[in-house]
């Protein structure tokens, strides 16, 4: 009994470890993949498809993690006072890259000090999935703008684009698992989000008018400095 329990146990800190480390890894993985995909607009055929065959592997690297990240449901998680507007910025620069791949200017608009209580991670993966989600719905190109503010007693974030929006019937379907109404979609991006949301006290809403955009708007409680 004792030997299984110690075998429990370990399994356990190894889904936890797992876990932390895919949180850490996937976003370099998604900058590094950012500045390939830049550079695989060389002149050079060779060089072309070297970069090429780096972002694939780094696309097939990013799957498993999402799959890991899933399977292991016993993430750790911290809670502490997070400054919005540093945190949103931090996740913004994350995904420059991406949105300049597709002409997009991303644009954040931030009120200073205001605060959430959450885990640093998961909120910045909250706003990375939510604008990468803008980005894709934009292939022509054009600007997103992220807001974060105080309004009374909770702290918003807003992320527009006016990129392909969805329909009653795809709004329906948001957040649940597997849903994805892309070629490539994982359909866990959103899943996640509502899950971090919540957990952090939060309200998230989508507007969103088919071929016009989508407003996303997550509302957290306001928190005290610490
Ligand atoms: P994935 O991005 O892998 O498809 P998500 O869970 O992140 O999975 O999103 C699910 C679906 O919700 C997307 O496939 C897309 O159809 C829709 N969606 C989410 N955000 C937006 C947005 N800003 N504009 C248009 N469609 C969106
Ligand atoms: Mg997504």
Redesign the pocket.
Known sequence: FQERLRQAERLNMIGEMAASIAHEVRNPLTVVKGFLQLLSSSNDEKTRLYMTTSIAELDRAEFIISDYLNMAKNQPEERHPLDVCELVETAVQTMTPFAVMQSIELRHLCERDHYVQGDTVKFKQVII??V???I???PGGGIIEVQSFRQEDEVIVK?L?N????TQE?LG???SPY????E??????????FRIVESMGGKIT?R?EKGK??Q?VMQFPAAGEG
């Open positions: 999935n939510v990468k989600n803008a894709e719905a934009m992320v684009d990129g392909e929006g969805m795809q379907r948001l957040g849903f994805s109404a892309k490539k979609g994982t359909g866990l991006g959103t899943m996640v989000v989508y969103s955009g989508t996303v």
